[in-house]
C-alpha cells in the first residue's frame, strides 16, 4: 500500500507549503513530517513526497541521503546522538559514548533487540558550551555526568518519563575540565572583584610607569656639531 500521510498531517503539509516560494523549498519539512509519522524514510515515503511537492524521486532521494536527520532504515523507539566533535571530545564525549555502548549492547548506528533504542554519533550540535552533550530524539542533555547518562538509558529502556532536564549552564574555559577526568585549570590571576583599589583613589588603581629595560642606556647628551666663533669672528662682528 503506498504511503500517505493521516488527514492531520495532510493539512499541516498544506500550511506548511504555504509558507514557502516553491513546492522544493518545502522539501525539507515535508520529509520531516512523514518522517514522524512513518520512523524512517523509505522509497515509498519518497514517491510519496515527490508527487506531492512536484519533485523528481531523484531530488526527494538526494535530499534524504545528504541530510544524516533523515532515517534510511528503520530506527528503534529513541534515537540517541552523541556529539563527538573536539569540544566534546576534549571534556568527555567519549566516556558518554563508551557509558552508551556498554549500557545498550549496542555500537552506534546499531539499535537494541527490543527495537527501544538506536545509538548513533553526531558531529557537532551547536551545544559546544555544555559539553559533553547528547540528543535523545529532539531534546538536548548537557554538561553530561555518568550518572545521568545511566539514568537517562534507564528511562528510556524501561519507559519511564525521564526526570526533567537539569539546568545547563555554560562550562568555563577555566572551571572543571568535565564530569569524566581530567585536572581543573586555576586561574592564575586573582579573581576579579578580588583586588581591592587603593583607598581613596576611587575604583581604579593608580597607573604604573612601565619600567624601563636594565640594558638600554639613557642616550648620552651629543656634543654640538657646530663649533663655538673663534675670537676673532667675535671681534669683526662688534
Ligand atoms: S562539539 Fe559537541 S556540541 Fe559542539
Known amino acids: 500500500m503506498p504511503f500517505a500521510l493521516s488527514p492531520e498531517r495532510d493539512r ?9 516560494p516553491t513546492k522544493m523549498a518545502a522539501c525539507i519539512p515535508a520529509l520531516h513530517l512523514c518522517q514522524d ?24 532521494k538526494g535530499v534524504v541521503t545528504f541530510y544524516t536527520l533523515f532515517n534510511q532504515h528503520p530506527v528503534g523507539k529513541h534515537q ?32 537494541t533487540p527490543d527495537g527501544k533504542v538506536t545509538l548513533r554519533t553526531a558531529e557537532c550540535l551547536a551545544s559546544c558550551g555544555t559539553a559533553p552533550m547528547m540528543q535523545v530524539d529532539k531534546d538536548y542533555y548537557e554538561n553530561l555526568t555518568v550518572e545521568q547518562v545511566d539514568a537517562i538509558l534507564d528511562a528510556l529502556t524501561t519507559g519511564k ?6 539546568p545547563a549552564p555554560k562550562s568555563s574555559p577555566l572551571g572543571s575540565a568535565g564530569p569524566f577526568g581530567g585536572a ?21 588603581p593608580p597607573p604604573v610607569p612601565p619600567p624601563r ?9 651629543k656634543p654640538s ?13 662688534s
Open 184 to 204: 581543573d585549570v586555576k586561574p592564575s590571576s586573582p579573581a576579579a572583584g578580588s583586588v581591592k583599589p587603593p583607598s581613596g583613589t576611587g575604583s581604579l
Open 225 to 237: 656639531s657646530t663649533p663655538p666663533p673663534k675670537d676673532e669672528e667675535k671681534k669683526s662682528e
Open 80 to 111: 540517541v546522538w552523541v556529539c563527538r566533535t573536539l569540544p566534546c571530545a576534549l571534556r568527555g564525549a567519549g566516556d558518554v559514548l563508551a557509558r552508551c555502548e556498554k549500557k545498550l549492547g549496542i555500537k552506534p548506528g546499531e539499535t
Open 37 to 60: 509519522q512513518h520512523g524512517w524514510i523509505d522509497d515509498e515515503v519518497v514517491d510519496f513526497v515527490s508527487r506531492r511537492l512536484d519533485l523528481p524521486p531523484s531530488h526527494v
Open 213 to 221: 629595560p636594565a640594558s638600554v642606556k639613557p642616550p648620552a647628551e
Open 161 to 166: 518519563p525521564l526526570k526533567p532536564k537539569p
Open 12 to 20: 499541516e503539509l498544506s500550511e506548511i507549503l504555504t509558507r514557502y
